[in-house]
Nanobody, 127 residues
Framework: QVQLVESGGGLVQAGGSLSVSCAAS????????MGWFRQAPGKERDIVAAINWSGGSTYYVDSVKGRFTISRDNAKNTVYLQMNSLKPEDTAVYYCAAAYSRGSSIAPRYDYDYDYWGQGTQVTVSS
C-alpha cells in the first residue's frame, strides 16, 4: 500500500504561482512513477504532468507546458508540481497518483496506469 497526501493548494490570482506537494508513505517511493491529475467541476479527471521513478523522464499536457514543472525528491518521498502563470482554467481539484514501475523510463499519462491516489487539493485561480 502507498498512502498519498497532497498539500499546498489554495486561491491565487491569474498570473500568479502556486506549488502543490504530495507526500508518500508506505512502500518504496522510488519504485513508483508519479503523476498529477486534475478535475474541474463537471469535467473528467485529466492528466496534468507525470514523472518516472528517477525523475529523468517527464510528461506534460500541452495546456501546461512551459508553465508547470513536475519534480520529485526520492529522499523525501515527495513529488511536487510548481505552477506558474496560472489561468482561471487551471482551477480544479489536483490529485497525485502513483504507478508501480521500477526501472521504467516511462512517465505514465493515463489514469488506468496508476495504482494509488491521493485525496486531492483544491486550486482556485481567480480572474
Amino acid at each position: 500500500q502507498v498512502q498519498l497526501v497532497e498539500s499546498g493548494g489554495g486561491l491565487v490570482q491569474a498570473g500568479g504561482s502556486l506549488s502543490v506537494s504530495c507526500a508518500a508513505s508506505g512502500r518504496t517511493f522510488s519504485s513508483y512513477a508519479m503523476g498529477w491529475f486534475r478535475q474541474a467541476p463537471g469535467k473528467e479527471r485529466d492528466i496534468v504532468a507525470a514523472i518516472n521513478w528517477s525523475g529523468g523522464s517527464t510528461y506534460y499536457v500541452d495546456s501546461v507546458k512551459g508553465r508547470f514543472t513536475i519534480s520529485r525528491d526520492n529522499a523525501k518521498n515527495t513529488v511536487y508540481l510548481q505552477m506558474n502563470s496560472l489561468k482561471p482554467e487551471d482551477t480544479a481539484v489536483y490529485y497525485c497518483a502513483a504507478a508501480y514501475s521500477r526501472g521504467s523510463s516511462i512517465a505514465p499519462r493515463y489514469d488506468y496506469d496508476y495504482d494509488y491516489w491521493g485525496q486531492g487539493t483544491q486550486v482556485t485561480v481567480s480572474s
